[in-house]
């Protein structure tokens, strides 16, 4: 059964930051594109990053430079680590298997980071 | 960037109405690389349609997705209690990915 728990978020200062964990089951992760994807509090859908077997990542605008991707076969377990945070930041990150090709077929239940002082 | 729009932003329609969602392009979109996801309070979102019109694993046939180059429909034939949510289409062809901004369908 294919299953993703992620973990790692909760409240920062703005400047702060915290690294998120995907622990993937079910599947390899560094076999399929793998994505985190994060929602504001009563918005949308915004992706975030982009990661495959360690040869490609990708971010989005928003966060490029601030946030990085990776991934630990061994723990077949995803990261986004998070830096020089903003209150914009603030949200629920999902990670979710899929990515360019490949449609979200599987999420996590989400971890809600919030930037705050 | 491939810029999608939904509309209505909401929709109010009883159970057992059809429901017919837009998800317009600002770009022509090849046909593989369009879905769209449910979520519902305090979830995650769940796919429904990948690739225009093929319906993920479990989804019930009442949902059906069309269109082509800019312009996307997902329809719900008939309205059952638990298909009150929120839907979004997104792009998944190339980087960036993108999400349209939702239509929430609500009870009337």
């Known amino acids: 059964e294919v299953q993703l728990v992620e973990s790692g978020g909760g409240l920062v200062q703005p400047g702060g930051s915290l690294r998120l964990s995907c622990a993937a089951s079910g599947f390899t992760v560094s076999s399929i594109y793998m994505s985190w994807i994060r929602q504001a509090p009563g918005k949308g859908l915004e992706w975030v990053s982009l990661f495959y077997s360690g040869v490609t990542t990708n971010y989005a605008d928003s966060v490029k430079g601030r946030f990085t991707v990776s991934g630990d076969n061994s723990r077949n377990t995803l990261y986004l680590q998070l830096n020089s945070l903003r209150a914009e930041d603030t949200a629920v990150y999902y990670c979710?298997?899929?990515?360019?090709?490949?449609?979200?077929?599987?999420w996590g239940q989400g971890t809600l980071v919030t930037v705050s002082s | 960037e491939i810029v999608l729009t939904q509309s209505p932003g909401t929709l109010s329609l009883s159970p057992g109405e059809r429901a017919t969602l837009s998800c317009r392009a600002s770009?022509?979109?090849?046909?593989?690389?369009l879905a769209w996801y449910q979520q519902k309070p305090g979830q995650a979102p769940r796919l429904l349609i990948y690739g225009v019109s093929s319906r993920a694993t479990g989804i019930p046939d009442r949902f059906s997705g069309s269109g082509s180059g800019t312009d996307f429909t997902l329809t719900i034939s008939r309205l059952e209690p638990e298909d009150f949510a929120v839907y979004y289409c997104q792009h998944y062809g190339s980087s960036p990915l993108t999400f349209g901004g939702g239509t929430k369908v609500e009870i009337k």
């Open positions: 979710a298997r899929g990515g360019v090709g490949n449609p979200h077929d599987y």
């Open positions: 770009q022509s979109v090849s046909s593989i690389y």
